[in-house]
C-alpha cells in the first residue's frame, strides 16, 4: 500500500484526486452485521425495479395513525407529498411505542455537562418529562403549525423541546447556540415563534458562556414579539427576567401531567425548520415534514449504522444542525437507541477528553466531523493510547470532504484497524444520508462510496448531461426520496428557484463532485458562494452583509480560504471608508483587520471565522461593475481545483460575478 496523497496547507482536494488505498470489511464486520453484502446487493436491485415499493416497505416498518393512500404523489412537483394521507406523528415512534416495549426501560440519552456532572434517563423518563413539556407548552397557547424557537446548547432539556414540540403538532426551529443576537433576530422575524426556550448560561471550553442576555437583544431588535420565554436554569449566572414575559423551565415544568396526547399530524405537515445558508444574504428555514422524514430517518440510521441494540451512539454534533436533528435526537430514538450527548467544548479540559467520554460511557458508534479529526490529529496518538477505546465498532463523518490522510489516521488510531469509517454526504435539505458506504462495503478513504439504495445520484454538466468517469461535475439528485426538504418556510418560490431551476426535474445540491471506475463518489466541494467552515456552511453573502454594517467599511467582498483545521474559512478584501476625523496610517491596519474580525463575530456568531483581512484601495470589478471575487479568488488560492473540465466555466468557484 503506497501512501500517494500530497498533504498541502489544506490538500483535501488534491490528495482526494490521487488516493487509491483501498480496505475491505473484515470477516467479524459482516458476520455481526444486519446487511451483509449480498443483502445490500439485493436492496439496490429491489430499489431499481421499484423505488417506492422500496420506501413503502421501509415505512411499514413505523407505526402510523392512519395508513397512506399513495407513497408519493407528484403531482404538484418539486412540491412532493410523502405518504399523502397519512397520519402519524414523529414522536410516537421516537417515543410513545417505546413505552409498551421492552425499551422502556432502557437508557435513552445519556449527557454529560463540560464541568462533569451527567444526566441520564430512561425512555419512560424521557416520554414523562417530554409529556410535561408538551402539557407546559400546551398551556401557554401553543398550537399546532405554531413555531417555538428553541435557542439551546446540547442540554436534555434541548431535546425534551424538540419532542415537546413536535408531540402538539408545533413547529420548531434550534437555532445554533453559538450564533449571536442578531442572527437570533433574523431567525426570529422569519420564523415569528410564540416562544422561545433558553438558558440562563452553559459551559464551554472552561467559561460560562450567558444566553439569555442574547435573547433580549435579539428581542430588542427583531419585529416580531414573543408571547414568552422559557429559560432553562443551568448555572449560577444571574439574569434578568421580565416578570411578564419570562418563565423559568423549573416553574412551568412543575406539577404538569405526566400524560400527554400525541397530535395526529398530515404525514406532510410540517415537524420543523432549520436555517441554513445559501447564496444570498439571509439564511433560509429549510422546512421538513412529520412523515417523510421520519421514515428517511429511520431507514438510514438503522441501515447506515447497522444498529445493534446494544449500542450507545454518539453523534458529537450539536442538537441544534441538521446531523443532530436528524441523527442524534430522531433516528436513534426512532430505533430504540440510546443515544449520547455532550455539552462543551471536545479540547476541554484537555485534548482526551473526546476518548475519556468513548472508554468511560462505553461508546460503541462515535459519528463526527473532519474538523474534529483534524483537531485531535495535532495531538498526536498520545490520547487515543491512553484511552480503552475497544468499545467502538463503528465510526462516521459527515459534513465535509475528509482527507485521506484523516481517514487513515482515525481508522487506524481511533478504530484500531478493526472499525468500519463510513464518510456519509448528505445535507440540511436533504434530511438524512443519501451517499455512504456501509459498514460491510469496501472503503476508499476520501470517497463518500456509493448512494444509498434508492437514492439517484448523478455526475452532470452545465447541460444536465452525465458527465464521464473520472470528471467533476455537479451533483444532482435525480428522484424525490422521504425525508427531502419540503420548501422554504414562507418562500415557496425561492424553493423551486434554489433547488429545481438549474437542472428541470433534478434537485441540484450545490456540490461538485465525480464518480470513479467503481462508481464511487468524491465529493470536491461547493460549485457556489457557500463556505464551509468546520463544515458548517456560511455565505460569502452574509459575510459581506455583516462587514457592510461596520462604519469604516465602504465595500467589501469574501471568499473562502483554505484552513488546516476548519477546511475553509473566510477571507474579506475590504475598501475602507475615507476618514474625514482620523487619519488612516498604516501602522492601525492590524487594528482595523482586528476589529473587522471581531464585528463578524458579533454579528453572525463564533462559528463565522475570517482568518484573514486584505485592505485594499479597490476591488477589481467587471465592465457592469459587479465585484470579480473570481480575481479575487485566483490570486488568493491559484488555480483551478480538480477535475471539472467537463463544465465551461470553473464551477468550483462559478459564482454571481
Ligand atoms: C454540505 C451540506 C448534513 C451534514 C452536515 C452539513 C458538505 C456534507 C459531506 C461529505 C464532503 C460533505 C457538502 C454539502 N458535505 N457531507 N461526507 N463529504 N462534503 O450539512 O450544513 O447542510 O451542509 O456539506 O458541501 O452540500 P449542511
Redesign the pocket.
Known amino acids: 500500500m503506497t501512501d500517494k496523497t500530497r498533504p498541502t496547507s489544506n490538500g483535501t482536494v488534491e490528495s482526494l484526486l490521487t488516493e487509491q488505498r483501498v480496505f475491505r470489511p473484515l470477516p467479524r464486520v459482516i458476520a455481526d452485521s444486519a446487511v451483509n453484502p449480498a443483502d445490500l446487493k439485493l436492496a439496490h436491485e429491489k430499489a431499481d425495479t421499484n423505488r417506492l415499493a422500496y420506501w413503502e416497505e421501509a415505512a411499514e416498518r413505523l407505526q402510523w395513525y392512519r395508513r397512506w393512500n399513495t407513497v408519493l404523489d407528484e403531482s404538484s412537483a418539486p412540491f412532493y407529498k410523502w405518504f399523502e394521507g397519512a397520519r402519524c406523528n414523529i414522536v410516537h415512534n421516537a417515543l410513545d411505542r417505546h413505552i409498551t416495549s421492552p425499551n422502556r426501560n432502557k437508557l435513552a440519552l445519556i449527557w454529560e455537562g463540560e464541568p462533569g456532572n451527567t444526566r441520564r434517563l430512561t425512555y419512560f423518563e424521557l416520554y414523562r418529562e417530554v409529556n410535561k413539556c408538551a402539557n407546559a407548552l400546551r398551556e401557554l397557547g401553543v398550537a399546532k403549525g405554531d413555531r417555538v424557537v428553541i435557542y439551546l446548547p446540547s442540554l436534555p432539556e434541548t431535546v425534551i423541546s424538540m419532542l415537546a414540540a413536535a408531540k402538539i403538532g408545533a413547529i420548531h426551529s434550534v437555532v445554533f447556540a453559538g450564533f449571536s443576537a442578531h442572527a437570533l433576530a433574523e431567525r426570529i422575524e422569519d420564523a415569528k415563534p410564540k416562544i422561545i426556550i433558553t438558558v440562563d448560561a452553559f459551559y464551554r471550553n472552561g467559561r460560562v458562556l450567558a444566553l439569555k442576555p442574547l435573547v433580549d437583544e435579539a428581542l430588542e431588535q427583531a419585529e416580531h414579539s414573543v408571547e414568552h420565554t422559557i429559560v432553562v436554569h443551568r448555572t449560577h449566572v444571574t439574569v434578568s427576567m421580565n416578570p411578564e414575559k419570562d418563565l423559568w423551565w423549573h416553574d412551568v415544568m412543575r406539577e404538569k401531567s405526566y400524560e400527554a396526547i400525541t397530535e395526529s399530524m398530515e404525514a406532510t405537515d410540517p415537524l420543523f425548520m432549520l436555517y ?2 445559501g447564496t444570498t444574504d439571509k439564511p433560509k428555514g ?1 422546512v421538513h415534514s412529520h412523515g417523510g422524514y421520519m421514515v428517511g430517518v429511520h431507514h438510514t440510521f438503522t441501515q447506515v449504522f447497522d444498529n445493534h441494540a446494544t449500542d450507545i451512539f454518539w453523534c458529537t ?1 450539536d442538537v441544534g ?3 443532530g436533528h ?1 441523527y442524534v435526537v430522531y433516528g436513534p430514538l426512532m430505533a430504540g437507541t440510546t443515544t449520547f450527548i455532550y455539552e462543551g467544548h471536545p479540547l476541554y479540559p484537555e485534548a482526551g477528553r473526546v476518548w475519556s467520554v468513548v472508554e468511560r460511557w462505553g461508546i460503541s458508534v462515535l459519528y463526527t ?2 474538523t474534529l479529526i483534524r483537531m485531535l490529529m495535532r495531538f498526536g496518538e498520545k490520547y487515543t493510547q491512553q484511552h480503552d477505546l475497544s468499545t467502538l465498532r463503528l465510526l462516521g ?6 482527507s485521506p490522510d484523516a481517514w487513515v489516521w482515525f481508522h487506524k488510531n481511533v478504530g484500531k484497524g478493526r472499525c468500519p469509517l463510513l ?8 434530511g438524512m ?1 443519501m ?2 458506504p456501509y459498514p460491510i462495503s469496501v472503503l476508499k478513504p476520501g470517497s ?1 462510496a456509493r448512494p444509498l439504495p434508492a437514492v439517484d445520484v448523478d455526475i452532470v454538466d452545465d447541460t444536465g448531461t452525465s458527465v464521464p468517469t473520472g470528471k467533476g461535475g455537479y ?1 444532482v439528485i435525480k428522484n424525490p426520496w422521504p425525508a427531502m426538504i419540503t420548501t422554504l418556510f414562507n418562500d415557496d418560490e425561492t424553493y423551486k428557484e434554489m433547488y429545481w431551476s438549474r437542472f428541470a426535474g433534478q434537485y441540484c ?3 461538485i ?1 465525480r464518480r470513479d471506475e467503481d462508481g464511487y463518489i468524491w ?4 460549485a457556489d458562494d ?1 463556505i ?1 467552515i468546520a ?3 456560511i455565505g460569502t453573502a452574509e459575510f459581506e452583509a455583516a462587514l457592510a454594517t461596520h462604519p469604516l467599511v465602504a465595500e467589501c467582498a469574501v471568499i473562502g480560504i483554505p484552513n488546516a483545521i476548519r477546511g475553509e474559512v473566510a477571507k474579506a478584501f475590504v475598501v475602507l471608508k475615507e476618514q474625514t476625523d482620523t487619519l488612516y496610517f498604516m501602522d492601525e491596519e492590524s487594528e482595523t483587520e482586528q476589529q473587522l474580525i471581531e464585528h463578524v463575530r458579533a454579528e453572525l456568531g463564533s462559528i463565522a471565522v475570517v482568518g484573514a483581512v486584505d485592505i485594499r484601495d479597490a476591488l477589481p470589478r467587471n465592465r457592469s461593475g459587479k465585484i470579480m471575487r473570481r480575481l479575487l479568488r485566483a490570486e488568493t488560492t491559484g488555480s483551478e481545483i480538480g477535475d471539472t473540465s467537463t463544465l465551461e466555466e470553473d464551477p468550483f468557484w462559478a459564482t454571481t460575478d
Open positions: 441554513t445558508s429549510v454534533a444542525w441538521i446531523t436528524s466531523v473532519p463523518t459527515v459534513g465535509e470532504p475528509i464518510d456519509t454526504w448528505w445535507q440540511t435539505e436533504t444520508i451517499i455512504s463518500v451533483l445540491s450545490g456540490d463532485a465529493v470536491q466541494g461547493r457557500v464551509m463544515g458548517h456552511r
